[in-house]
């Protein structure tokens, strides 16, 4: 009963303040010259500028559940939506949504969502989304999303995603994913993935994956990074990129199509034949090393990882130096216990006709450590050591310390 009576004397009030509002001399206002100081709207057109409102300009605005307005050169409130069939000039704060047909020029704050179909400028909050329709020099702050369906200039601040659809210059933070279009010139932030269409300077980070035209600065994902041009660094478990002009990738796997790529077949004082493969830049390179030693008393295998990097780089020579962590599978198939030994090694290669087809060699440091026991629970003695600088043979661990070296050629 109570809710009925104010309902209905909301009714009464808007007919009145609706009787007092709607004299013959406004019959025929228009938007262009009806700006008024003040209305207040139960629910259109139940409000003092009544089925005027539409063609009319607000200084001062409450609607009391929502209102249906000409536009607005100041303040509005409503308790459930503000709807405008023009343009905004001022604040707009709705318990639900805030809906400009024009451009929007202030700051609109709603429970739900702001809605602008022409350009905007100023700032956008809402609980839950924030679309403008023709993009503008917006910061833009929302629960789930927010769009920009044209050139954008500011930030965006989504618990979800952020959408630029033409050229974006500004922030993108979002808790799962940003997009921004062609030419943009953007940093962006988000839990699992940022994909540019153009420029970024500043920065990308993401959870799983970045995606960029060309990046300034740095790239950083928990697992694939893309670019086409790379000025700074690209940290991810896999980067790809066209070029990098200055900086370089660190990860598992780097794959540079204008960058270093190398094959190298070698054989060491340890008897081994070895194959690896390098890739990414020459500042600094992964390696992926293989190694088979298939006769003598203890034949077995290795795989091994490592980074290198070329220290001289001339015409037709280049010093490069790596370091390499193997797995030594010695006597059997798969060695379960600790085996493993660590190479540094420096490398010169001569490169006869100044690219492709090389010369390789040079010294190495090597570190083993072992915590393979024999059939009675003793230390293991490896053969992988050809020889011990210095060593120690513990109750868990044995370690070996020589200097080796190996010859092999590049392609």
């Known amino acids: 009963m109570k809710t009925r009576k104010i309902i209905l004397t909301g009714i009464l009030m808007s007919i009145v303040f609706q009787s007092i509002a709607n004299e013959p001399d406004s019959a025929n206002a228009t ?35 929502a209102g249906y307005n000409g536009g607005l050169q100041g303040i509005e409130v409503g308790g459930v939506a503000n709807v405008l069939q023009h343009d905004m000039e001022g604040i707009q704060c709705a318990g639900f949504a805030n809906l400009v047909a024009g451009n929007m020029q202030g700051i609109q704050t709603a429970g739900f969502a702001n809605l602008v179909g022409g350009s905007s400028d100023g700032f956008m909050v809402s609980g839950f989304t924030n679309h403008a329709a023709k993009g503008g020099q917006l910061v ?23 959408l630029v659809t033409d050229s974006a210059e500004g922030v993108q933070v979002a808790g799962f994913a940003n997009f921004a279009g062609a030419g943009s010139d953007v940093t962006q932030v988000a839990g699992f993935m940022n994909s540019a269409r153009g420029s970024v300077t500043g920065g990308q980070a993401a959870g799983f994956l970045n995606q960029a035209y ?8 928990g697992f694939l990074n893309i670019a ?25 796997l780097s794959l540079v199509k204008n960058g270093h790529r190398q094959l190298l077949l070698q054989a060491n ?33 290795a795989f091994g990882y490592g980074l290198g990097t070329t220290l001289l780089n001339r015409d037709v020579s280049d010093i490069r130096m790596e370091a390499v962590v193997y797995h030594i599978n010695e006597g059997e198939f798969w060695t379960s216990a600790l ?43 490896s053969k992988t050591p050809p020889y011990s600088i210095l060593s120690d043979e513990g109750l868990a661990l044995t370690r070996n310390f020589w200097v080796g070296g190996q010859l092999g050629v590049t392609f």
């Open 31 to 65: 938007a262009a010259d009806s700006v008024r100081p003040f209305q207040v709207t139960f629910i259109t057109p139940f409000g003092t500028n009544g089925y005027l409102s539409t063609t009319s300009v607000n200084n001062i605005s409450l609607n009391i559940i």
């Open 140 to 162: 833009q702050i929302a629960g789930f999303s927010n769009q920009a369906m044209g050139t954008f200039t500011g930030a965006q601040v989504a618990g979800f995603g952020n």
């Open 214 to 221: 060309d990046i300034d600065g740095i790239q950083a994902s």
């Open 228 to 252: 086409r041009n790379v000025h700074g660094v690209q940290i991810g478990f896999i980067n790809v990129a066209d070029s990098f002009s200055a900086g370089v990738p660190i990860g598992f």
């Open 269 to 301: 004082e340890l008897q081994w034949g070895e194959v690896q493969l390098h890739t990414g830049v020459a500042k600094l390179y992964n390696v992926f090393a293989a190694s088979l030693k298939p006769m003598g008393d203890q034949p077995g295998w």
């Open 339 to 381: 085996n493993n030994l660590v190479r540094i090694t420096a490398r010169y290669e001569f490169h006869p006709k100044g690219n492709g087809f090389g010369i390789s060699a040079g010294p190495s440091l090597n570190f083993h450590t072992s915590s393979k026991s024999d059939f009675y629970g003793d230390p293991f003695h």
